[in-house]
């Protein structure tokens, strides 16, 4: 099984600023294993923001992409909006199975 | 445009069975561009993904529910369901219902487009 550890727990910005958050797999991301971003806010179900490591899901702004490879992956957001501030998950996808990272709590500062 | 509903009691006594349901509209779960899965998440917690059936009814299971777990899908009923056994307060959870958008070309997994349609979620306890 592949474990995602997302750091940093909670990260602390202010609107207008660059976000970066970190997704770090056990195992190196080999072919047909893929790595998905989603944005939690309270009370609501997850939404999918990135899927296969960078690319956007429907209706997501361009302020918010992705990237890596091998163990290390992150989600960027170029300029933090109101609404960005939420909690952010990574999930892979490999041979049938799922997991998730813990979560990055995105809060303002 | 696709929408998923979860449904089932919200309150499961120890030792029992949780069951729930999640009703596709909008689109049909006989398709082979989709998983539907269930992930679910403890109170305060991250999410935990439960496992995913494919429409001929392919079932995938995270290892550490395998022996409790059933996901079945009613094609008549564009449904699938989740049974969870010997049900313990570990299992308190909010119950989200997912659509994973897939390729498979022969007859092989090809790529994964993530779960892009998510229902509302429901919340079931496992209490005497």
């Known amino acids: 099984e592949i474990v995602l550890t997302q750091s940093p727990g909670t990260l602390s910005l202010s609107p207008g600023e660059r976000a970066t958050l970190s997704c770090r797999t056990s195992?190196?991301?080999?072919?047909?294993?893929?790595i998905s971003w989603y944005q939690q806010k309270p009370g609501q179900a997850p939404r999918l923001l990135i899927y296969n490591g960078f690319n956007r899901a429907t209706g997501i702004p361009d302020r918010f992409s992705g990237s890596g490879s091998g163990t290390d992956f992150s989600l960027t957001i170029s300029s933090l909006e109101p609404e960005d501030f939420a909690v952010y998950f990574c999930?892979?996808?490999?041979?049938?199975?799922?997991?998730f990272g813990q979560g990055t709590k995105l809060e303002i500062k | 445009q696709v929408q998923l509903q979860e449904s089932g009691p919200g309150l499961v006594k120890p030792s029992e069975t949780l069951s729930l349901t999640c009703t596709v509209s909008?689109?049909?779960?006989?398709?082979?561009?989709?998983?539907w899965g269930w992930i679910r998440q403890a109170p305060g917690k991250g999410l935990e993904w439960v496992g995913s059936?494919?429409?001929?009814?392919?079932?995938y299971y995270n290892p550490s529910l395998k022996s409790r777990l059933t996901i079945s899908v009613e094609t008549s009923k564009n449904e699938f369901s989740l049974n969870l056994s010997s049900a313990t307060a570990a299992d308190t959870a909010v119950y989200y219902c997912v659509r994973e958008g897939i390729l498979i070309a022969f007859g092989e997994f090809e790529y994964y487009y993530g779960m892009d349609v998510w229902g509302q979620g429901t919340t079931v306890s496992v209490s005497s």
């Open positions: 909008g689109g049909s779960v006989n398709n082979n561009a989709f998983y």
């Open positions: 195992q190196s991301v080999i072919t047909k294993t893929y």
């Open positions: 999930q892979q996808f490999g041979t049938s199975l799922v997991t």
């Open positions: 059936i494919f429409y001929n009814g392919s079932t």
